[in-house]
Protein backbone atom coordinates (compact mmCIF):
# COMPACT_ATOMS: atom_id res chain seq x y z
CA UNK A 1 0.00 0.00 0.00
CA UNK A 2 1.02 3.43 -1.16
CA UNK A 3 1.30 5.83 2.15
CA UNK A 4 2.25 9.38 3.01
CA UNK A 5 5.55 7.92 4.15
CA UNK A 6 6.53 5.42 1.02
CA UNK A 7 9.82 7.25 0.12
CA UNK A 8 10.87 8.09 3.78
CA UNK A 9 14.54 6.41 4.94
CA UNK A 10 14.53 7.62 8.47
CA UNK A 11 12.44 10.35 10.74
CA UNK A 12 15.43 12.93 11.27
CA UNK A 13 13.38 15.00 13.70
CA UNK A 14 10.33 13.33 15.82
CA UNK A 15 6.47 14.67 16.40
CA UNK A 16 7.66 14.59 19.72
CA UNK A 17 10.51 16.44 19.51
CA UNK A 18 8.78 19.20 16.96
CA UNK A 19 6.27 19.88 19.39
CA UNK A 20 8.24 20.17 22.31
CA UNK A 21 10.83 22.24 20.98
CA UNK A 22 7.84 24.66 19.45
CA UNK A 23 5.99 24.86 22.79
CA UNK A 24 9.82 26.16 24.34
CA UNK A 25 10.13 28.61 21.42
CA UNK A 26 6.21 29.83 22.04
CA UNK A 27 7.48 30.73 25.28
CA UNK A 28 10.48 32.44 25.00
CA UNK A 29 8.51 34.31 22.29
CA UNK A 30 5.93 35.29 24.47
CA UNK A 31 7.97 36.54 26.84
CA UNK A 32 10.43 38.59 24.36
CA UNK A 33 6.88 40.85 23.03
CA UNK A 34 5.34 41.06 26.74
CA UNK A 35 2.53 43.28 26.15
CA UNK A 36 2.62 43.81 22.88
CA UNK A 37 0.31 42.91 19.55
CA UNK A 38 2.21 40.83 16.95
CA UNK A 39 1.52 40.11 13.31
CA UNK A 40 3.38 36.37 12.56
CA UNK A 41 3.95 35.99 8.81
CA UNK A 42 3.87 32.76 7.32
CA UNK A 43 6.21 32.33 3.86
CA UNK A 44 3.74 29.82 2.16
CA UNK A 45 3.74 27.08 1.83
CA UNK A 46 6.42 24.83 3.83
CA UNK A 47 6.01 27.46 6.76
CA UNK A 48 2.20 26.93 7.25
CA UNK A 49 2.11 23.75 10.11
CA UNK A 50 4.89 25.58 11.77
CA UNK A 51 2.93 28.68 11.92
CA UNK A 52 0.00 26.73 12.59
CA UNK A 53 1.48 25.16 15.45
CA UNK A 54 3.36 27.85 16.70
CA UNK A 55 0.60 30.51 16.78
CA UNK A 56 -1.57 28.34 18.83
CA UNK A 57 0.99 28.03 21.38
CA UNK A 58 2.07 31.88 22.07
CA UNK A 59 -0.09 33.69 24.48
CA UNK A 60 -0.21 37.12 22.65
CA UNK A 61 -2.54 38.75 20.57
CA UNK A 62 -1.66 38.28 17.15
CA UNK A 63 -2.83 38.49 13.71
CA UNK A 64 -1.56 36.18 10.69
CA UNK A 65 -1.09 36.77 7.06
CA UNK A 66 1.29 35.26 4.39
CA UNK A 67 3.22 35.78 1.88
CA UNK A 68 4.71 33.87 -0.87
CA UNK A 69 8.13 33.58 -2.97
CA UNK A 70 9.43 32.18 -6.01
CA UNK A 71 12.07 30.31 -5.34
CA UNK A 72 13.08 29.59 -9.56
CA UNK A 73 16.67 28.88 -9.86
CA UNK A 74 17.60 30.16 -6.87
CA UNK A 75 18.96 26.39 -5.93
CA UNK A 76 21.09 26.19 -9.18
CA UNK A 77 22.14 29.48 -9.47
CA UNK A 78 24.64 31.89 -7.65
CA UNK A 79 22.57 34.74 -8.89
CA UNK A 80 19.62 34.29 -5.86
CA UNK A 81 16.66 34.99 -7.54
CA UNK A 82 13.73 34.94 -5.50
CA UNK A 83 10.58 37.39 -6.79
CA UNK A 84 7.16 37.72 -4.98
CA UNK A 85 4.62 35.93 -5.95
CA UNK A 86 1.57 37.02 -3.41
CA UNK A 87 1.99 39.84 -1.03
CA UNK A 88 0.57 40.31 2.64
CA UNK A 89 -3.06 40.95 3.25
CA UNK A 90 -2.67 43.85 5.13
CA UNK A 91 0.10 46.81 5.67
CA UNK A 92 3.03 45.83 8.17
CA UNK A 93 3.94 49.56 9.06
CA UNK A 94 3.85 50.64 12.91
CA UNK A 95 3.49 46.84 13.09
CA UNK A 96 5.40 43.89 15.29
CA UNK A 97 6.39 41.53 12.83
CA UNK A 98 7.31 37.79 13.44
CA UNK A 99 8.70 36.07 9.87
CA UNK A 100 8.35 32.50 10.09
CA UNK A 101 10.18 30.28 8.04
CA UNK A 102 10.25 26.13 7.98
CA UNK A 103 13.81 26.41 6.40
CA UNK A 104 16.97 28.45 5.86
CA UNK A 105 19.08 27.04 3.51
CA UNK A 106 20.51 29.52 1.24
CA UNK A 107 19.49 32.15 2.96
CA UNK A 108 18.19 34.19 -0.20
CA UNK A 109 14.69 33.67 0.84
CA UNK A 110 15.14 35.21 4.39
CA UNK A 111 17.31 37.83 2.74
CA UNK A 112 14.71 39.43 0.26
CA UNK A 113 11.54 39.14 2.87
CA UNK A 114 13.39 40.77 5.50
CA UNK A 115 14.71 43.68 3.18
CA UNK A 116 11.36 43.94 1.59
CA UNK A 117 9.52 44.28 5.07
CA UNK A 118 12.31 46.57 6.30
CA UNK A 119 11.34 48.96 4.08
CA UNK A 120 7.88 48.91 4.50
CA UNK A 121 9.01 50.22 7.97
CA UNK A 122 7.82 47.54 10.61
CA UNK A 123 8.27 48.95 14.34
CA UNK A 124 10.21 45.69 14.73
CA UNK A 125 10.85 42.71 12.45
CA UNK A 126 12.23 39.43 14.04
CA UNK A 127 12.83 35.90 12.07
CA UNK A 128 12.03 32.70 13.23
CA UNK A 129 12.65 29.39 11.23
CA UNK A 130 11.95 25.68 12.79
CA UNK A 131 15.28 24.45 10.52
CA UNK A 132 18.34 26.42 9.75
CA UNK A 133 20.97 24.75 7.43
CA UNK A 134 24.01 26.78 7.74
CA UNK A 135 25.95 24.57 4.95
CA UNK A 136 23.70 25.75 1.92
CA UNK A 137 23.88 29.60 2.60
CA UNK A 138 24.43 31.82 -0.08
CA UNK A 139 24.81 35.06 1.94
CA UNK A 140 25.15 35.82 5.37
CA UNK A 141 21.72 35.66 7.56
CA UNK A 142 20.75 34.10 11.11
CA UNK A 143 17.27 34.04 12.53
CA UNK A 144 16.17 35.40 15.78
CA UNK A 145 14.92 32.06 16.80
CA UNK A 146 15.85 28.68 15.68
CA UNK A 147 14.51 24.73 16.27
CA UNK A 148 16.62 22.84 15.10
CA UNK A 149 20.30 23.45 13.25
CA UNK A 150 20.50 20.38 10.71
CA UNK A 151 22.84 18.81 8.44
CA UNK A 152 23.27 19.08 4.86
CA UNK A 153 20.50 16.39 4.36
CA UNK A 154 17.11 17.19 1.85
CA UNK A 155 14.47 16.83 4.50
CA UNK A 156 10.33 16.98 3.64
CA UNK A 157 8.07 16.57 6.34
CA UNK A 158 5.71 18.85 8.60
CA UNK A 159 5.54 21.83 6.05
CA UNK A 160 8.49 20.89 3.94
CA UNK A 161 7.60 18.80 0.08
CA UNK A 162 9.19 16.98 -2.44
CA UNK A 163 7.59 17.83 -5.51
CA UNK A 164 4.60 18.69 -3.69
CA UNK A 165 4.39 15.34 -1.74
CA UNK A 166 4.94 14.95 2.22
CA UNK A 167 4.47 18.03 3.32
CA UNK A 168 1.61 16.56 5.63
CA UNK A 169 3.62 14.30 7.70
CA UNK A 170 3.77 14.90 11.35
CA UNK A 171 7.78 15.43 12.17
CA UNK A 172 10.95 15.37 9.47
CA UNK A 173 12.60 13.09 7.50
CA UNK A 174 14.87 12.42 5.13
CA UNK A 175 13.78 11.06 1.51
CA UNK A 176 15.37 7.42 -0.02
CA UNK A 177 18.00 8.34 -2.23
C1 LIG B 1 11.58 26.76 0.73
C2 LIG B 1 11.36 27.12 2.19
C3 LIG B 1 11.88 28.52 2.28
C4 LIG B 1 12.98 28.55 1.23
C5 LIG B 1 14.29 28.38 1.91
O1 LIG B 1 10.48 27.24 0.03
O2 LIG B 1 10.01 27.04 2.56
O3 LIG B 1 10.90 29.48 1.98
O4 LIG B 1 12.76 27.44 0.35
O5 LIG B 1 15.32 28.25 0.99
P1 LIG B 1 16.47 29.32 0.82
O6 LIG B 1 17.02 29.62 2.18
O7 LIG B 1 17.47 28.58 -0.04
O8 LIG B 1 15.94 30.53 0.14
P2 LIG B 1 10.14 26.81 -1.47
O9 LIG B 1 10.57 27.91 -2.37
O10 LIG B 1 10.67 25.45 -1.74
O11 LIG B 1 8.56 26.83 -1.48
P3 LIG B 1 7.52 26.03 -0.56
O12 LIG B 1 7.59 26.64 0.82
O13 LIG B 1 6.22 26.27 -1.21
O14 LIG B 1 7.93 24.58 -0.55
Do not use: W
Not at 16 to 35: C, F, G, H, P
Not at 83 to 111: A, F, N
Not at 118 to 133: F, G, M, Q, Y
Amino acid sequence: MITAESGIEKVLISEEMIQSRVRQLAVRITEDYKNQTIVMIGVLTGAVMFLSDLSRAISLPMEIDFIACSSYGHRTTTSGEVRMIKDLSHPVEGRHVLLVEDIIDSGLTMRYLEDTLRNRHCASLRTIALLDKPSGRKTIIQADYVGFTIENHFVVGYGLDYAGLYRNLPYIGVLKP
